[in-house]
């Protein structure tokens, strides 16, 4: 811990320096100016990213853009990257890391490195993981604005105004150390809390915010730790989504949690069952749309679809589980790779596999014409 600690505090330094001493952030502390011209369509899409959490919101003022990016989905894929891309996604303002499980900012550092990103908030707690450790490195490699936001700061960008309701400090405790943000755009607002547990929401209750919104992010997955019957008697939400692998392991959302949402009069929705989940509003009204309705874009690349016109089998070999044996089986990866690759996991693509001793642009090259290698397959 005490080197992970050595190697985040230079990190900071370094940030530091970097952004001319004093790091960037949206805007902070303008008064929030009432709205006298229509707003024009916000969009949040609530992204199928299994049992993992990812959330783009998108909007526009004249002819200014804006994105947010509230988490980025788990490590060992890449459907978050292949969902902004579909959208046509470039550049983001903010991406908020609510905290470093590997579920939450899995796709981080390849978020930064295929997008145009200006900031990226992060909670303060430490992860001894390679996932957080590779994050760290992406955001200083690409000299990306870095900022712990607390509790009480409020923002503006553009039309939409944020509020920090949690963290107060660093927690040590991953999940109720999750940073907790509500978006006002109009009337409409959004509230996201991470994977904060009841403990969270408590101090959240204690802290006297505004925490009435209308769509709840549901805190935690759905799990039964989170969304206490007091946090959500206070959020009042009309919509409630959460964020859950089909199956998964978890048995998330907890029966529990359903019927507390239920009791309240939310309408759920979740990504297990309905896919992405679209919410689009201009601020006096919403609408609600689902990828199993077929009223929103796939949430992913067609499967025979990678980058560069290669194409995936119907059966490939996951970079990121396979065994050393089906690795042999990848075009350049012989038994001693194999091995190296394993030690390096995860890889956040095939490009990613640059990593290894004597593989360069010619042998990616050759092992995506092959085009049986995958990430998450």
């Known amino acids: 811990m005490t080197k992970n600690i050595n190697r985040y505090l230079t990190f900071l330094l370094a940030l530091f320096f970097i952004v001319g001493c004093t790091p960037e952030h949206p ?15 916000l969009r949040a899409h ?37 969902y902004l891309k579909l959208q046509g996604v470039t550049e983001i303002d903010l991406v908020v890391a609510t905290h470093p499980h590997a579920d939450h900012i899995g796709q981080l550092a390849e978020v930064i490195e295929e997008f145009e990103v ?32 607390r509790s009480g700061e409020r923002y503006e960008m553009g039309t939409v105004s944020i509020e920090v309701i949690h963290p107060t400090e660093v927690t040590g405790n991953l999940n109720n150390g999750s940073i907790s943000i509500r978006l006002e755009y109009g009337d409409i607002s959004f509230l996201f809390t991470g994977d904060a547990e009841i403990g969270a929401e408590e101090k959240m209750l204690a802290g006297k915010h505004e925490l009435a919104s209308t769509i709840l992010s549901v805190p935690h997955h759905g799990s039964n ?69 077929g009223t929103i874009t796939p949430d992913t690349k067609p499967k025979e679809e990678i980058e560069n016109g290669a194409t995936i089998p119907d059966s490939c070999i996951d970079i990121n589980s396979a065994s050393v044996a089906e690795l042999e089986e990848i075009i350049e990866i012989g038994p001693e790779r194999a091995s190296e690759l394993i030690e ?22 050759k092992i995506k014409e092959q085009g049986l290698a995958c990430i998450g397959g």
């Open 27 to 41: 805007q902070e502390d303008r008064p929030v100016e009432t709205q006298e011209k229509k707003l024009e369509d």
């Open 46 to 82: 609530f992204i199928d990213v299994g049992q993992a959490d990812a959330t783009l919101v998108e909007y526009a003022e004249s002819d200014e853009e804006y994105r947010i990016l509230i988490d980025t989905g788990d490590w060992n894929v890449t459907n978050v990257v292949d």
């Open 118 to 149: 200006s900031e990226v908030w992060m909670s303060g707690d430490l992860a001894e993981t390679q996932v957080f450790e590779r994050a760290l490195d992406s955001i200083a490699a690409n000299e990306v604005d870095y900022h712990e936001p």
């Open 225 to 293: 730790t989170s969304s206490s019957i007091a946090f959500l008697e206070a959020v009042t939400p009309e919509v409630a989504i959460y964020s859950a692998g089909e199956g998964n392991s978890y048995d998330h959302p907890h029966e529990e949690v359903l019927s507390n949402l239920e009791a309240i009069g939310s309408t759920i929705y979740g990504t297990d069952r309905d896919g992405t989940v679209l919410v689009e509003t201009d601020g006096a009204n919403y609408e609600v749309m689902t990828k199993e309705e």
């Open 344 to 365: 390096l996991r995860p890889f956040a693509s095939i490009d990613d596999l640059k990593r290894l001793t004597g593989i360069g642009d010619a042998r990616i090259g």
